[in-house]
């Protein structure tokens, strides 16, 4: 195994972690790992860990979805405005500068740690 | 549904989903809390049901990235494909440690995180100029 698909596979670890046990998506750790330890740019970094995050949250629903507890309407009502959202957020990402995605990042992780430890 | 429970999921979807292209995360920290306050759903089923909403949102996402030239598909797929390793790890981990010291830890590793992600912020501002989509690694 090379070391950078070793680095990939210990990402998914981490983040599959994280997400089972908290109930969050893995973004907030492939982000931040990407960048630190992939050498990734800031927009890359966010591009994929998008379509990493298809992948874990289509597993994790697939498996709730098999006892009953996904609601495919509910979740068509939020995830519609979502879509938008998304289009909104990655157009505006290209507008700013690479550094700045860090800077927000650094503040929702400390966002998140405060809330996981409350 | 009334039309201020209506307007309320919109506002959350769009903040969900507007935080999650600006800095790569699926949104489901929002999408969680939207559910159970504006559609009453169980905190079990908005969790179930975040991720589907997740699912859409970050394909748009991913799609919209992979326009500007910002995916590497290749090694986003090996993480989604290779998380469910995670999972079981974290189930087994979560039945020897106590979910205390696991919530530290994590939050210890997002603070370090930030530590960097800040630093990085602040003394590589002229590095940032750089055309998005640039292969380094």
């Known amino acids: 195994m090379s070391s950078r ?9 981490v983040a599959g972690a994280f997400s089972g046990l908290f109930g969050v998506g893995g973004g907030t750790i ?42 495919v309407e509910e979740a068509l009502l939020i995830a519609l405005p979502g879509a938008a959202g998304v289009v909104a957020g990655t157009a505006l990402q290209q507008r700013i500068p690479e550094r700045a995605v ?16 409350l | 549904m009334e039309a201020a429970e209506l307007a309320g999921l919109i506002g959350v979807g769009l903040a969900a989903g507007l935080a999650g292209g600006l800095i790569g995360v699926g949104g489901g920290v929002l999408f969680v809390p939207g559910l ?3 559609l009453s759903l169980g905190q079990l089923d908005a969790q179930a049901t975040s991720l589907l909403a997740v699912v859409l949102v970050g394909a748009v996402g ?8 910002n995916l590497r598909l290749r090694d986003g797929i090996v993480i ?29 590793v997002q603070l370090f995180f930030a530590y960097r992600l800040a630093r990085r912020a602040i003394e590589d501002k002229g590095k940032a100029d750089a055309p998005s989509g640039v292969a380094n690694g």
């Open chain 2, 80 to 108: 989604g494909v290779l998380s469910p390793l995670g999972v079981l790890a974290g189930t087994a981990t979560a039945n020897v440690v106590s979910e205390r010291s696991l919530a530290l830890s994590f939050a210890a």
């Open chain 1, 5 to 13: 698909l070793a680095r990939l596979a210990v990402i998914a670890t």
């Open chain 1, 102 to 117: 860090s800077g927000v990042f650094s503040v929702v992780l400390v966002a998140s740690a405060v809330a996981l430890v």
């Open chain 1, 30 to 71: 492939i982000v931040p790992l990407l960048i630190l330890w992939l050498g990734y740019e800031e927009r890359e970094a966010t591009g994929t860990s998008l379509a990493a995050i298809v992948g874990i949250a289509a597993l994790g629903a697939a498996a709730h979805g098999a006892y009953g507890n996904v609601h």
């Open chain 2, 62 to 69: 991913a799609w919209r990235q992979a326009g500007y030239g």
């Open chain 2, 36 to 38: 159970v306050l504006f």
